[in-house]
C-alpha cells in the first residue's frame, strides 16, 4: 500500500547530539514537507521541498537541515543548533495539482 | 504576515452534543481552506473550500466558509467518543506550496 513512513516513532537524545529523522514515501509525490508540532502551537514548518535537490525553509528553520536527493526521501536532521528540539515532527507529501498535504504517524523527539 | 487562528483551543461535551469549531484567517491570495482531524499521530483529511457559502458535508460533519468575513467554521452533530481528537484548520495561498496551519482545536466528547 501507498503511503509516508516515518521512523523512528520515538526518540530519545542527549542534548548536543545531532539526530536525523527519517520520512519516506511510495506516493511518487514531488512535494514533501517537514513539520513540528508543539502543544497549544498547531504545525509549524521547517522545511519543504517541491522537487528533487531543491528544498526552501519554512517559518522555523533554524537549527534544523534537510536533503532531497531521491523522490522518495527527505531525511530531516534536527542539529544542536536548535534550543528546544523535544517535539513531535510530523512528515508530509503532495502531488501537483492535489488539493491535500498525506501525513506520516509522526516522530516523537525527546532531548534529555 | 500569514495567519491561522482557530478557536476554542480545547472543548469538552458530552456525546450527543452538536459542535462549532471556528477558524479564521490572514493569507495573502487566498485559494483554499483545508480541515484535518489528528487522533493521535497522523491528521486526516477531511474537507476542502474555495468557494464562500458552499457547505461540504460529510455524515454528520459539515463545514462552510465565508471568504469575505475570512473564516471557516466545523460542525459536529451528534457527536460521539470517537469524534475526540484535535481539528487543525490550514489555509492555502495561490501559490499552492505551503500549508498555513492553526493552532488546532481538541475536542473531547465524554460518554
Known amino acids: 500500500d501507498g503511503g509516508i513512513t516515518q521512523s523512528p516513532k520515538y526518540l530519545f537524545r542527549k542534548e548536543g547530539q545531532n539526530v536525523t529523522l527519517s520520512c519516506e514515501q511510495n506516493?511518487?509525490?514531488?512535494?514533501m514537507y517537514w513539520y513540528r508540532q508543539d502543544p497549544g502551537q498547531g504545525l509549524r514548518l521547517i522545511y519543504y521541498?517541491?522537487?528533487?535537490?531543491?528544498?526552501q525553509k519554512g517559518d522555523i528553520a533554524e537549527g534544523y537541515s534537510v536533503s532531497r536527493e531521491k523522490k522518495e526521501s527527505f531525511p530531516l536532521t534536527v542539529t544542536s543548533a536548535q534550543k528546544n528540539p523535544t517535539a513531535f515532527y510530523l512528515c508530509?507529501?503532495?502531488?501537483?495539482?492535489?488539493?491535500?498535504?498525506?501525513f506520516g504517524e509522526g516522530s516523537r523527539l525527546t532531548v534529555l | 504576515e500569514d495567519k491561522v487562528v482557530q478557536s476554542p483551543l480545547s472543548l469538552v461535551v458530552h456525546e450527543g452534543d452538536t459542535v462549532t469549531l471556528n477558524c479564521s484567517y490572514e493569507?495573502?491570495?487566498?485559494?483554499?481552506l483545508l480541515w484535518y482531524k489528528q487522533e493521535k499521530k497522523a491528521p486526516t483529511f477531511l474537507f476542502m473550500l474555495?468557494?464562500?457559502?458552499i457547505e461540504k458535508k460529510s455524515g454528520r460533519l459539515s463545514s462552510i466558509l465565508d471568504k469575505k468575513e475570512l473564516f471557516s467554521i466545523l460542525n459536529i452533530t451528534a457527536t460521539q467518543t470517537g469524534d475526540s481528537a484535535v481539528y487543525l484548520c490550514?489555509?492555502?495561498?495561490?501559490?499552492?506550496?505551503?500549508?498555513?496551519f492553526g493552532t488546532g482545536t481538541s475536542l473531547t466528547v465524554i460518554p
Open positions: 506516493l511518487n509525490h514531488d512535494a
Open positions: 521541498s517541491q522537487i528533487v535537490n531543491d528544498f
Open positions: 490550514a489555509v492555502v495561498p495561490n501559490t499552492g506550496n505551503q500549508f498555513y
Open positions: 493569507v495573502t491570495n487566498f485559494r483554499s
Open positions: 508530509a507529501s503532495k502531488s501537483p495539482g492535489a488539493r491535500e498535504l498525506f
Open positions: 474555495t468557494s464562500s457559502g
